[in-house]
């Protein structure tokens, strides 16, 4: 079983819709990430979090919408997305970012998003 | 910039042998290499994280090597299972938890 806990497991959504992927972990990691995977492509990052304030935006498109509400919650919402944003969208925590550079990532089983 | 790469892509073997996955990156500046495994429609298992400063890291049949100064990392699995079926990808810390990941090694064990 993973640490990091991503819900819901699958969302389908229209292009008008807006929606929230939801990311949890308990492992009193400071650090907090989202990916996203394309089918048979490696993962790319988009947005890094660390102690609650976001670090890192890889120029992702403003209808991602990062939250940090606390050290254990991700959000990732999501406003009048495009059918080629449709993939697995991955969480990931780990420890505090400066000083654990060698501190290895744990990633959440992740959210197959579907954009109609 | 950064660019990892996976060979093979794909293997298959049958259950009991030893294999070797590659790894290779094109700039040594790295903090440390980190090997994940997927499972279909799955989030990324950590598997091994090894330090820029160090050479291999061992869990049980897995071994991991790295050669910082020719951008290579091997992943060596030992008596390979069916369980071991998965996508293998390697990863390269550029920074700051920044990982650039690799293509992918598509293994298949079989029985």
């Known amino acids: 079983d993973t640490e990091v806990t991503q819900t819901p497991k699958h969302l389908v959504m229209g292009m008008t819709n807006k929606k929230s992927l939801k990311c949890e972990q308990h492992?009193?990691?400071?650090?907090m990430y989202w990916y996203k995977q394309k089918a048979k492509k490696p993962p790319e990052l988009m947005f890094v979090?660390?102690?609650?304030?976001?670090?890192i935006n890889e120029s992702v498109p403003s209808r991602f919408s990062p939250e940090c509400p606390n050290s254990s919650l991700l959000n990732l919402h999501l406003h009048a997305l495009q059918p080629e944003d449709s993939a697995l969208y991955l969480c990931?925590?780990?420890?505090?970012?400066?000083?654990?550079?060698?501190?290895?990532?744990?990633f959440g089983n992740g959210t197959r998003l579907t954009v109609t | 910039k950064q660019e990892v790469t996976q060979i093979p892509a794909a293997l298959s073997v049958p259950e009991g042998e030893n294999l070797v996955l590659n790894c290779s990156f094109t700039?040594?500046?790295?903090?440390?290499l980190q090997w994940f495994r997927q499972d279909p429609g799955k989030g990324l298992t950590s598997l091994l994280l090894?330090?820029?400063?160090?050479r291999e890291q061992t869990s049980g049949r897995l071994n991991a090597s790295l050669d910082k100064s020719s951008g290579r990392s091997t992943l060596y699995i030992a008596a390979s299972q069916p369980g071991d079926s998965a996508t293998y990808l390697c990863?390269?810390?550029?920074?700051?938890?920044?990982?650039?990941f690799g293509t992918g090694t598509r293994l298949l064990v079989s029985p």
């Open positions: 990931a925590s780990s420890q505090d970012r400066s000083r654990g550079l060698n501190s290895p990532l744990h």
């Open positions: 492992m009193g990691h400071r650090a």
């Open positions: 979090y660390s102690y609650e304030k976001l670090s």
């Open positions: 700039d040594s500046a790295i903090y440390n």
């Open positions: 090894i330090q820029s400063s160090q």
């Open positions: 990863a390269v810390n550029t920074g700051f938890q920044k990982l650039v």
